[in-house]
């Protein structure tokens, strides 16, 4: 434990943001387990609604500070191949 009291404030803050980042991936993570589901079931317009929720939740992401622009375009390209695959 910091003994300085700004230390100790910067803390506190980053514990409360790392809590918000964990809990935010963890709603990405969950969204992409969906859209895989769709995907994996065949359901066509099931896959595009999910994964147009996915690619809201990446977009939101980037502007989060959560997951670098890279990842989330690599996610998205990957996730677009699967369900162009469906058609």
Do not use: P, W
């Amino acid at each position: 434990m910091a003994n300085i009291k700004q230390q100790i404030k910067r803390d506190i803050t980053n514990k409360k943001r790392n809590e918000l980042n964990s809990s935010f991936d963890s709603s990405v993570k969950t969204a992409m387990k969906a859209f895989e589901a769709a995907v994996e079931a065949g359901n066509k317009e099931e896959a595009t609604k999910a994964y147009q929720f996915l690619c809201k939740k990446l977009d939101k992401s980037i502007t989060k500070g959560v997951h670098n622009k890279k990842y989330v375009a690599r996610q998205k390209s990957r996730c677009a191949k699967a369900l162009n695959k469906l058609a």
